[in-house]
């Protein structure tokens, strides 16, 4: 429905006349008139007192699609890193009444994820920008410690909270009830290999390898870190090299690889294999880890200006692969350029 005609709907249904709702958006009611009949539209700033006085949201005006409304969801979120208050509970409240709906349930459900998520990170943010000031101005007191710890997901010494047992039980039951799910056997063997509950995780990897769709080269790379994980690192490094001769171009070995490296601290070795893989990568856009990685390990090792760089090539790889211009992950990656360039 064109938006004059939603105007004219919403007006009737509210009781208002021409002369009443121009007197509401405090403009001549010659200007309703011209909306009503498609001769012109309203300005994008009276929208938001529009949708106020017929007490729907602003996309409401437009009379959407449901598929349009989720498109602009997310996509508002992948562009601002906070909402208001307002826009957040209009769109829970949609998403939550898409639910009942057969078709458009698991959209609206990874929605409102997305949505709690997002709303999580922004006040992630703000709590850890503020516990690290209550840090550094009472560094012997615990309290904004442990709001730090979880905000930045720093390590938890405490085994009792740092083991992940809640979530290797939601994939022992994701695989049970999906038993050819090759990513809830790899988040399972993931979350077994962290806790070096190796047993565990070599029952998993049985089951997994004889997925017809899991990767032979996925499958000795787990089986390197299960073996670390029974703290036997010469064999560990024997798995993965024989994998290099084996494999030495493929870009799951030269990835996975190059996280085995970085992991283990040989970082010297891990830029390599992280520049190859990427490199070797055929898809386009490309993904940014292996950058991401590469700027890290130059950041650990004190080399901002090279860390810098590194961000410069996320930026063009944002900005000429994936055409982003303001989204978040574009301002997140130019403020840790001028956070790297600040320290160097």
Not at 144 to 152: D, E, F, T, V
Not at 242 to 264: H, M, R, S, T, V
Not at 281 to 293: C, Q, V
Request: charged share 35%.
């Amino acid at each position: 429905m064109e938006l004059g005609k939603k105007i004219k709907q919403l007006r009737f249904k509210a009781g208002l006349t021409q002369e009443q709702l121009a007197e509401k958006l405090g403009i001549g009611a010659q200007s309703v008139s011209k909306w009503e009949n498609a001769v012109s539209m309203p300005d994008i700033t009276a929208l938001p007192l529009l949708a106020e006085i017929f007490g729907v949201s602003i996309d409401e005006l437009f009379d959407l699609t449901n598929e349009q409304r989720f498109n602009r969801i997310e996509n508002r979120m992948d562009n601002e890193e906070d909402l208001p208050q307002d826009v957040f509970m209009e769109y829970e409240e949609f998403l939550k009444g898409q639910l009942g709906t057969e078709e458009n349930k698991k959209r609206a459900t990874e929605l409102l994820a997305y949505l709690y998520w997002h709303r999580m990170e922004s006040f992630a943010r703000k709590t850890k920008r503020f516990a690290e000031d209550a840090v550094r101005m009472s560094p012997n007191e615990k309290g904004c410690q442990w709001m730090l710890q979880k905000a930045a997901g720093h390590v938890r010494w405490d085994w009792n909270i740092a083991n992940h047992s809640k979530a290797i039980d939601f994939y022992k039951e994701i695989v049970k009830a999906n038993p050819e799910s090759r990513l809830g056997y790899a988040y399972l063997l993931d979350n077994l290999i962290a806790d070096h509950r190796a047993d565990e995780a070599e029952e998993a990897l049985k089951r997994y390898a004889a997925l017809p769709d899991a990767t032979s080269v996925h499958v000795e790379v787990y089986r390197a870190y299960i073996t670390l994980a029974r703290f036997d690192e010469p064999a560990a490094d024997r798995i993965m090299e024989e994998l290099g001769e084996k494999y030495p171009d493929d870009f799951i070995y030269l990835f996975e690889a190059a996280q085995y490296y970085a992991a283990k601290c040989e970082y010297d070795k891990a830029i390599e294999l992280y520049e190859h893989s990427f490199a070797a990568e055929t898809r386009r856009p490309r993904f940014m880890d292996e950058l991401m990685a590469i700027a890290q390990i130059w950041e650990i090792r004190g080399e901002y200006s090279k860390a810098a760089e590194t961000w410069d090539r996320i930026i063009d790889l944002l900005e000429n692969e994936w055409g982003m211009t303001e989204e978040v992950a574009l301002t997140d990656a130019r403020r840790e350029k001028a956070r790297l360039l600040a320290k160097a």
